[in-house]
């Protein structure tokens, strides 16, 4: 009897356990370990990201400027002067006299200091009738404009020089003729822009397709032109 009578008892239910202190630091700990990576490798994407960004922007800078430089060099007439950062183009024979006028010169220059690739030229105002350019814009024997400090001399030191820029942020920059000028019929340019992880290098190798150097002769240790 007594069995049927038994009452049973309710299963005991186990009791949540709270977290101790020690778990809460160390899961705090964990989330915050987990967040520090998660944002460091984002932040790593983000700047890798960034540095190729930065990397195609002076890859193009630099293959636009080096297009440039080597249209001026295979359009001109001749190179009479050259050193490292420099190079004196007698560009073009506008009046088609044979000789060279002040405004046919260019002198391409960089600028360690400014990191600037410039074109240097003679230009008078537009403005001005023609006779006064004709008078202005007078004929230049070639040994004025070779030898560097010559060339730059007698181009930049004009009222109406002007500068265009070719190019900038140029860290690194050298150019050479060959043979030496004013007898170079080519000309190579070594140009970096950018630094560091972002820096881009181009060579190129360029040849005046409008060679005068037929026309020079010296007499006395100086250079002339002649018929052309």
């Not at 705090?28 to 370990?33: G, R």
């Not at 790593?44 to 440039?68: H, I, K, N, P, W």
């Not at 030898?147 to 001399?153: D, E, M, Q, R």
């Amino acid at each position: 009897m007594n069995a049927l009578y038994h009452t049973r008892q309710a299963p005991k239910t186990a009791r949540r356990r709270a977290f101790t202190l020690a778990e809460l630091v160390l899961a705090l700990a964990t989330t915050a370990l987990v967040g520090t990576a998660v944002a460091a490798m984002s932040m790593a994407l983000s700047t890798a990201g960034q540095t190729s960004r930065d990397r195609q922007l002076c890859m193009q800078e630099a293959r636009v400027a080096v297009r440039r430089l080597e249209d001026y060099v295979r359009k001109a007439k001749l190179a009479t002067a050259c050193d490292s950062r420099t190079v004196s183009l007698w560009m073009t024979d506008a009046n088609g006299d044979g000789q060279i006028n002040m405004s046919e010169m260019g002198v391409i220059q960089w600028n360690p200091a400014t990191g600037d690739v410039s074109l240097h030229q003679i230009v008078y105002p537009s403005s001005w009738p023609q006779w006064l350019v004709s008078m202005m814009n007078y004929t230049a024997d070639l040994y004025f404009f070779v030898g560097v400090n010559n060339a730059t001399a007698n181009v930049t030191s004009s009222y109406y020089s002007q500068a265009t820029p070719l190019a900038s942020n140029v860290t690194s920059f050298r150019i050479s003729a060959t043979p030496t000028p004013p007898a170079s019929n080519l000309v190579s340019i070594q140009m970096t822009l950018g630094s560091g992880s972002e820096a881009v290098t181009l060579r190129t190798a360029v040849r005046i397709r409008g060679d005068k150097t037929a026309c020079v002769y010296s007499s006395g240790g100086l250079f002339y032109l002649v018929g052309s």
